[in-house]
């Protein structure tokens, strides 16, 4: 058995960035000035945990020089911003956290699914702190037969969700769009 050599795998990969980085000469998104840029400030609650209800955002609004407000208005949260279907043979360049291997699609996008009810969602939040997650994040998520579609009703119904339990989940966390 012959030993295959490989370009990348196993080859020390040059720190390109470190004389910048030591020298001081790095750019960094905070350095950055382009025109017509607009500079934001984060209003953060005083009260850890607090559920924010309602913001008044009239006399910030009324500030000269204030070209916008933005808050999350309806007060629920995303838990994920992209979930994504990877094609074999791909090699991750950023931070990802992969979640399962299929040998067919449909059973990956059936997992994608799963991952996108409000149900799942909820779950996960239970255990993130930060955006920061781990696998004990999933420690409340059940496993589902990926050879099936999963919908938040069919979760519901599964689990025995009542009514006053489905509204609670969904006053926090925000629909995600299924092919988005």
């Not at 910030?60 to 407000?69: D, H, N, Q, R, T």
């Not at 909820?122 to 004990?136: A, D, G, P």
Request: hydrophobic share 35%; net charge positive.
């Amino acid at each position: 058995m012959s030993q295959r050599e490989f370009t990348t795998i196993g080859q020390r990969v040059p720190m390109t960035d470190g004389p910048p980085k030591v020298t001081g000469t790095a750019v960094y998104a905070d350095d950055l000035r382009l025109p017509n840029m607009l500079h934001g400030k984060i209003l953060r609650s005083p009260h850890a945990h607090a559920r924010i209800v309602s913001i008044d955002t009239s006399k910030a609004e009324a500030l000269p020089g204030v070209m916008g407000i933005v808050t999350g208005k309806d007060g629920k949260r995303k838990v994920f911003s992209k979930i994504d279907v990877l094609p074999p043979g791909t090699i991750c360049n950023e931070t990802y956290l992969v979640i399962g291997s299929y040998k067919s699609e449909a059973e990956a996008k059936n997992l994608v699914g799963y991952m996108k009810t409000r149900f799942f969602r909820f779950l996960v939040s239970q255990f993130m702190y930060s955006h920061h997650i781990t696998k004990e994040s999933y420690a409340l998520v059940p496993i589902q037969n990926t050879k099936q579609t999963w919908t938040d009703e069919k979760l519901y119904k599964k689990y025995g969700i009542i009514a006053e339990e489905i509204e609670f989940i969904e006053s926090l966390i925000r629909p995600m769009e299924l092919n988005g």
